[in-house]
């Protein structure tokens, strides 16, 4: 039963390139979410998705930064014009529909180390 | 803004001794509580949770946290740890309430470190 599949689990950009990060959730899940974990820092929330839909976009930077989660295929987090301040570890997560407690527990991904030239 | 304080950045101990870390959020309405931990190079992993009730948590592998409320604390604790311990361990809130979705606050983690 496949978990949290993130790819790639490296990425190396220069600044100014696109990152683009990918996330396919556990099956049976519809709920994604993204976290960013800088060096030394605990992770921080960027973004909450579900299908077609973006419920929670309330720690994403402003500028740059972009995320989807299609009906078909994987969530998608994508930086444009990369600088160094965005070397990080990005981790998604999902969870199930709620079923009446309002809150399932997230389950993670391996994360995608991004390092930017 | 809700934010969550793990006090301990590093910790280092020898195997069987005790284990507490602590944990203190800010919200100060219905809270949902989870504990999660980080073996090096691998993904997060769920350690227990607490929504409501008996406010002495059991995990696995041995872990447990207690919920006090009014201590806005929900310390992890563990009798005896081993080497396969060693790990980063993250304590993470959501605020329980609709408005609040599914967003996790999370701590700054603590490293521990214990020596065979």
């Known amino acids: 039963n496949a978990g949290v599949m993130q790819n790639p689990r490296h990425l190396v950009r220069r600044r100014g390139q696109e990152a683009r990060l990918r996330c396919s959730p556990m099956?049976?899940?519809?709920?994604v979410y993204w976290y960013r974990q800088l060096p030394e820092e605990g992770l921080k929330f960027m973004v909450y998705?579900?299908?077609?839909?973006?419920?929670?976009e309330s720690g994403m930077p402003k500028e740059r930064f972009s995320a989807e989660f299609p009906k078909e295929g994987p969530s998608i987090l994508r930086i444009q014009q990369v600088v160094r301040g965005d070397s990080a570890a990005y981790f998604c997560?999902?969870?199930?529909?709620?079923?009446?407690?309002?809150?399932?527990?997230?389950?993670f991904g391996d994360g995608t180390r991004l390092s930017i030239l | 803004a809700q934010s969550v304080s793990q006090h301990n950045h590093h910790v280092i101990l020898s195997e069987a001794a005790s284990l507490e870390l602590g944990c203190n959020y800010s919200y100060g309405g219905t809270v949902n509580l989870f504990w999660y931990v980080q073996y090096p190079g691998q993904h997060l992993q769920l350690l227990l949770k607490?929504?409501?009730?008996?406010?002495l948590v059991k995990g696995i592998k041995g872990f447990e946290a207690e919920f006090i409320k009014s201590k806005f604390s929900f310390n992890l604790r563990k009798p005896s740890v081993q080497w396969s311990d060693t790990a980063e361990y993250f304590c993470a809130v959501n605020e329980g309430i609709k408005a609040a979705g599914n967003k996790l606050t999370f701590g700054g983690g603590t490293r521990v470190l214990v020596k065979p």
């Open positions: 998705l579900q299908k077609e839909n973006i419920i929670d």
């Open positions: 607490y929504f409501s009730g008996d406010p």
């Open positions: 997560a999902s969870s199930p529909p709620g079923s009446g407690t309002g809150f399932q527990p997230q389950h």
């Open positions: 099956k049976g899940h519809s709920h």
